[in-house]
């Protein structure tokens, strides 16, 4: 999931052109980019949106972004607005474990009980909790510096050390639960060399992708976060002892040093997911 | 509380000064500032200040800072040094919720029951601690670098890069448990410049304000933390949301996606009151 | 411990040379600096080492570092290639609790329960547990973050600010826990403008070392980490207010504020041996 790519609900002709920059996954949004007069207008153009994406491009994870647990539109756009064919949904401003239920509650009730589920991590809340949250079993998460820094009451600045803590944790806790990071957006649009600077320190940090708020950036990203030869190699040896132990009976093993549990195992998966391979 | 401004009770002089450079807030100090051998004999100093300060000046909030809670002054600090007309007591290198509770307790014993508390986070343990001691219910929590820094073992250098990781924890211990965050001291009062940058960077971390040791400093610091309109406005909306759900019987609600609980109701309330609002 | 420099196990001309650049710990390795079809062999050379260097030079610390708990050579690096002369042993890649155990254990078992333990936080995994793993009682502990990077699946950069949150956790952890805290490794032996720098932001940050990978680097490490005369003098005020208050029978004190617990007292015990006193 090196590039998430995102574009209104409402917004078809975007919708239409979300596979065009080859993201990894898309999204189709209704939350942010839906303002509140539209949000149950959107709902059947979301479903429909994303049952149409998927048929259309079979490769592409598609996903739709809900509103939060306790707005009063997630119920609605969980029922109305998720086609059983698309990949998962993306839930934003999660913070306590009991909302990550009440979505799971909500998508079994809705027959989407087999969706993936993104977590995005971006408030002060969400931070504080990400390592539970994330222990959970989601998919992926992201981490959202501009939701997080607004609900701190903070500012976002250039050099942006006042989200590097959080962005820090996020990271680490979804390496240590076996999750695939997203890091944060880039909201200037037109500033690509920007994006490729917070992309490549991203990438630095571990994350394995960026959340894309306009085309050009999902092709930024794919280019940034793309595993080269030396992190896929790695993780090709990492698979292979895992699965010569595992042909041998024993069932934990470990890989230079380090204990190979499950979530090394996905990561190695996704790093070569990434490499192309 | 933009400005947390600090003299010493041995500096009569200097207190009776606080008001004028229009501090949020203003501290008469029995710790840092007054030396071993002045301790016990500034008490009396410290309360007839404070009583004085606090009656002149209504719309001030004025403190008094005792010495830590492990001290041999602690008790006789809140005994003899704090009149009950005064805002609260800071208590400074906070470490263990056993020692909030010794607080107040002490409090209590003197008739200070209904005094605010400012919790001084300033040692490796405080940080360490942080998210359940201010879980305790404090008024406010400031950040102390050079005494966390000295505690570490370590040197306080110019970009601060050694404090961040402490810095943003207590920063988003503060906002999850709603309580008021002030950002640490710059010590060198005659460089303006870097108190400028150094609360710039406070702010954009989510502090609401800053540890003042000089007059110049505060009306740099209620410069640096007005709330600007913007925060304002959605500081109203959020209120506004929450007392029409409150009036419909409503107990929970989201606003802009994320739920509103008393904490996020304190820190609007907070944001109002350093835009002027 | 300023200085802890590494030589292989199979390079005894190295192992050799170790004292004469002046390390406050020299490690004879069987982990990183030993390829894996060499590690059994390596092992009679390790305990044959680590005893003629211990015997050669009291006043230095000697230690074998032996690969991973979790690897098929660690109860076999244990049991032939520590030998009950030297220091201690260092245990890399440290993530459990149930791994040091499983150290102390096997210490134990070959009459090496007396050697002290160095514990290498380097994972994600081991930077999540920190806080748990420090407080089970290592001496020092160090952080190696061109191994968390890659861990993370990450990269190494120029600043440094991909590992500025373990870092700055793991130097807080060991404060908190009163264990000696050595700095990460700079992999770039030529470069020794880079080593100061890192070495002067890790004594910024708390750290009383450094890793070194190159004689030269421990030189540099001495002068960096060596305790100046103010820190020396606040550590001896410390204790010598800890000797009076046990002379009178005084259980618990506390000094310049805070409480002086076990850790404070090694900390100050630790700066005093930095500053050759």
Request: net charge negative; hydrophobic share 50%.
């Amino acid at each position: 999931m090196r590039s998430l790519l995102f574009a209104g609900a409402t917004r078809p002709d975007l919708v239409a052109k979300l596979p065009r920059s080859r993201p990894d996954a898309a999204v189709v949004d209704l939350e942010d980019a839906v303002p509140a007069d539209h949000k149950e207008a959107a709902r059947e153009a979301a479903r429909r949106l994303g049952r149409e994406l998927a048929a259309a491009h079979p490769s592409l994870d598609v996903y739709v972004r809900v509103n939060a647990v306790p707005t009063r539109w997630f119920a609605g756009d969980v029922a109305e607005g998720v086609d059983p064919t698309v990949a998962g949904v993306v839930i934003p401003k999660l913070e306590e474990p009991a909302q990550l239920a009440a979505l799971r509650s909500a998508l079994a009730d809705h027959g989407l009980g087999g969706l993936r589920v993104v977590a995005g991590i971006e408030t002060a809340r969400g931070v504080a909790h990400v390592e539970r949250l994330l222990d959970l079993g989601v998919h992926a998460a992201y981490f959202g510096a501009e939701d997080y820094i607004a609900d701190m009451g903070g500012v976002r600045t250039a050099d942006g050390d006042e989200a590097l803590y959080a962005r820090s944790r996020v990271a680490l806790a979804a390496r240590v639960a076996g999750v695939i990071a997203v890091d944060q957006a880039v909201v200037d649009v037109r500033d690509e060399e920007a994006f490729r600077r917070d992309a490549e320190q991203g990438r630095a940090m571990g994350f394995g992708g960026k959340i894309c708020v306009h085309p050009r950036q999902a092709e930024l990203a794919n280019a940034a976060f793309g595993a080269d030869a030396e992190q896929c190699d790695r993780a090709r040896r990492l698979l292979a002892a895992w699965e010569a132990a595992a042909a041998g009976g024993v069932g934990a093993i470990e890989f230079e040093g380090a204990m190979v549990d499950e979530p090394a195992l996905r990561m190695a998966r996704e790093v070569l997911a990434r490499g192309g391979a």
